[in-house]
């Protein structure tokens, strides 16, 4: 069946022409589907009951497949979706007290990067996101919101998966959220451990999307031994594509930093990051770290963190403790998966 988020608003129309309808119904279909953002065809009331019937016989909306959910005291939902091979990936959806509505969405099944601390690295990589099936988390979020008079209105590419290791999949998608869904390029956030070619082929872009860095260490050997793409690309190699960004996009960067205790957390490591960081229109975020069963860190203590945050600002660099989201429900990027895995894992061994 054919999946019509998949389509474009031409292949739509040509679809429906080549079912003999004509050529305005593409326009009634795609406001159902992107305006109104309704989940099903019979709440499509200005199409002719025979189109709709054809359409709930022929074709999809969507070809994710919730496999389980969790909501936390904090509001935040999230989801495993079953792709139609089988594979499994997760999305949030994270509410905030200022009416914000934001999205986490992956890009991958699994991950090549390898992160250490993080519990998508520790499980590897199975494929690449289509651009249709990246693009459908944020739909599914969206639609569900707009039935109850809300809306969608933030997208962070950083749940599972490296968008820039998927990255014409991911600026497609990015695209589409842009023109079909309505989300500002502003209010569109990826996230990169630091590709650098893609960092400076995603400045030439000219887009106005939000860059943010996975930097967690201001050293080469800290670095490597956290995030294995720093071997292929180092400290000096990403912070001059950094600059390059900045300088091309005029655009703030955003540098993401877990903070675990007593590894990244250091006095020495806040002056490093201070002197690496120095000069650069930058803006350092500071979680403390979600733990995982694969990684024997901890998050930092409150007297670290805000040591920490003093010492950066020593050297003039602005940075925000943030809030993790979702602790109750174990909400770190790639624990639901792993624990639905288990569960299957259980059920064929009893079988």
């Not at 960081?277 to 860190?297: E, F, M, Q, R």
């Amino acid at each position: 069946m054919i999946d019509l988020y998949s389509l474009s608003f031409e292949q739509l129309g040509d679809l429906l022409a080549s079912w003999g309808e004509p050529r305005f119904r593409a326009r009634q279909l795609w406001v159902w589907l992107y305006e109104r953002r309704v989940d099903s065809f019979a709440k499509m009331t200005d199409l002719p009951k025979t189109l709709r019937a054809r359409l709930e016989a022929e074709v999809t909306l969507g070809s994710l497949t919730l496999e389980t959910e969790q909501g936390s005291k904090d509001g935040t939902i999230k989801r495993v979706y079953r792709l139609p091979d089988g594979q499994l990936i997760e999305s949030v959806l994270m509410p905030y007290d200022d009416d914000r509505r934001t999205a986490c969405i992956s890009t991958q099944a699994g991950c090549a990067m390898g992160c250490v601390f993080c519990a998508t690295g520790q499980m590897g990589f199975a494929r690449q996101l289509t651009e249709s099936e990246i693009f459908e988390q944020a739909v599914f979020f969206a639609r569900e919101l707009e039935a109850q008079g809300e809306r969608l209105s933030n997208v962070v590419l950083m749940g599972m998966g490296e968008p820039f290791h998927n990255y014409e999949a991911s600026l497609g998608a990015i695209k589409r959220l842009m023109d079909d869904l309505g989300i500002g390029a502003r209010h569109i956030t990826v996230s990169t451990v630091g590709l650098v070619p893609q960092i400076r082929q995603f400045a030439d872009e000219g887009l106005q999307v939000k860059l943010a860095i996975s930097l967690h260490a201001a050293t080469d050997e800290e670095r490597s031994a956290l995030l294995p793409v720093n071997k292929r690309w180092n400290l000096d190699e990403l912070i001059g594509a950094c600059h390059y960004y900045v300088e091309k996009s005029g655009r703030r960067l955003t540098f993401e930093w877990s903070l675990i205790q007593g590894k990244n957390d250091t006095p020495e490591q806040a002056h490093a990051l201070g002197k690496l960081l120095k000069g650069l229109h930058c803006h350092v975020n500071l979680i403390p770290l979600n733990p995982t069963a694969g990684y024997s860190g901890g998050p930092s203590a409150e007297g670290r963190i805000k040591q920490f945050v003093a010492i950066l600002s020593d050297y003039g660099i602005p940075a925000t403790v943030r809030v993790r989201r979702g602790i109750d429900i174990n909400a770190g990027c790639g624990q639901l998966k792993v624990a639905v895995l288990k569960r299957e894992k259980v059920r064929k061994a009893e079988e």
